[in-house]
């Protein structure tokens, strides 16, 4: 599977941004989609994931602002009032029979 990732940007605190990816290869084996992220220092952390069926799973520290949703081997991440600590690189993954897949990263920067 291929990920193509897009929607990163710079933003202000309080702003907002939406993240989109978009999956390529053998989608129909992939059961799961979501994003992680990664902050300069920091371990890669898990943000929201999407089943097929549309279940979510969010981290705590999302607190209600993001929301994630798919159309087939598509999702967006749809990101409200964010903050500084959200600032890092966001990856596109996927979770199939073999195992994971990752995008290449978009770079999300809020400021303060």
């Known amino acids: 599977v291929q990920l193509q990732a897009s929607g990163g940007g710079l933003v202000q605190a309080g702003g907002s941004l939406t993240l989109s990816c978009a999956a390529s290869?053998?989608?129909?084996?992939?059961?799961?989609m979501g994003w992680y992220r990664q902050a300069p220092g920091t371990q890669r952390e898990l943000v929201a994931s999407i089943s097929k069926a549309g279940s979510t799973d969010y981290a705590n520290f999302v607190e209600g602002r993001f929301t994630i949703s798919r159309d087939n081997a598509k999702n967006t991440l749809e990101m409200n009032s964010l903050k500084p600590e959200d600032t890092g690189v966001y990856y596109c993954?996927?979770?199939?029979?073999?195992?994971?897949?990752w995008g290449q990263g978009t770079q999300v920067t809020v400021s303060s």
């Open positions: 993954v996927t979770w199939a029979p073999w195992g994971m897949d």
């Open positions: 290869g053998t989608i129909s084996s992939i059961s799961v």
